[in-house]
């Protein structure tokens, strides 16, 4: 079987890494808990900036929220690496800007993720996975952003969405909790 995952907040939790970053950058102490009750995906409202600071805030910290010590969400390393030692393909699809792509790729090894070279996607917009994700006719994937997962809902491909504050609208759609107990149902359903 293939398996696609997008990574910011599928896979790591970026934006609670980004959230204490803009704290300590920002001088402010908002609480985890304004954060984890944000219904959008972007987070500086809570910073009280505006869509416009809160974009350029975003892009200007775009170094030190990709490669510094961003937080994987447990058990998910060990996830992927289960599929691929029980033979399945895991490839990655991520919107992460051209430039980042191959860092981003290297950091996912460093941080022992099973990446195939080949088998690594980035740069594109969020409403193009689509395409990428037919093309590769892919069986599952995983994404969190409800932007991505409107597109894939009636596609052949079985989509599970990581559950966020902000996508917990989207009832129709398998949820990832936790990434061990999605495995275990996975690697039994499949066996
Ligand atoms: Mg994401």
């Not at 961003?70 to 430039?99: D, M, S, W």
């Not at 792509?101 to 080949?118: H, I, L, N, S, Y």
């Not at 069986?139 to 079985?158: E, W």
């Not at 936790?178 to 499949?190: E, G, P, R, V």
């Amino acid at each position: 079987m293939k398996f696609g995952f997008d990574i910011d907040d599928t896979l790591i939790n970026l934006r609670e890494h980004a959230f204490h970053l803009y704290n300590k950058k920002l001088k402010q102490t908002v609480e985890l808990d304004v954060f984890q009750n944000i219904s959008r995906v972007e987070i500086h409202e809570a910073f009280g900036l505006t869509d416009d600071e809160g974009k350029e805030m975003w892009n200007s910290s775009l170094e030190e929220i990709y490669y510094t010590s961003c937080p994987i969400f447990p058990g998910a390393v060990k996830a992927l690496q289960a599929l691929v030692n029980a033979g399945h393909e895991v490839y990655y699809i991520t919107a992460r800007p051209k430039e980042h792509g191959e860092r981003t790729k290297a950091w996912m090894k460093q941080q022992g993720f099973p990446v195939d070279d080949k088998r690594f996607f980035y740069g594109m917009q969020d409403e193009e996975k689509l395409d990428i994700i037919k093309e590769l006719e892919l069986d599952y994937y995983v994404d969190d952003k409800p932007a991505v997962l409107d597109t894939l809902v009636n596609g052949s491909t079985k989509v599970y969405v990581k559950d966020q504050s902000y996508n917990r609208h989207l009832q129709d759609i398998p949820r990832i909790v936790d990434w061990t107990a999605f495995i275990n149902t996975i690697l039994n359903n499949n066996e």
